[in-house]
């Protein structure tokens, strides 16, 4: 099996942290980068080609949603999981128009983190959109 890998953006270096020790108890997923914000993100997807970026949606310097765009314009083979404190509607649609292959509402569960992952990693899925949580609003 090949190893997944993860580049983690949040502007909290805390969050950033949890989320890299959670997923090292993986075997198949491989954090490789981290960055603050939405520029850092793009810099970084560019020079380390993760798989699967996590993106927090709210940012200082440039927001999550904007930094989706960009990185699905320029490395569409990048899968990004959008992770937010808030679940309205409004933002799964604006995450999913931003190219996100899913969208976690936080607090969530290591097994729902690593499930999402291994969904958008998944090359079968590759050109699919696998959002878990999208049937819920009427997405799916």
Not at 75 to 101: K, N
Request: aromatic fraction near 6%; include cysteine; charge should be negative.
């Amino acid at each position: 099996m090949s190893c997944i890998k993860v580049l983690i953006v949040d502007d909290v270096t805390e969050t950033r942290a949890n989320l890299k020790r959670l997923l090292q108890l993986e075997p198949d997923i491989k954090v490789i980068g981290e960055a603050a914000n939405g520029e850092e993100a793009i810099r970084q997807a560019e020079d380390l080609r993760p798989d699967v970026v996590l993106m927090d949606i709210n940012m200082p310097v440039m927001n999550g949603l904007r930094a989706s765009e960009a990185i699905t314009l320029a490395y569409p083979a990048i899968s990004i999981i959008i992770l937010s404190v808030q679940g309205e509607p409004e933002y799964l649609e604006r995450a999913r128009l931003a190219g996100a292959r899913d969208f976690l509402t936080k607090p969530f569960t290591i097994d729902e983190l690593v499930k999402a992952i291994r969904q958008a990693y998944n090359p079968e899925k590759k050109h699919e959109k696998s959002w878990t949580a999208a049937s819920d609003y009427g997405f799916a």
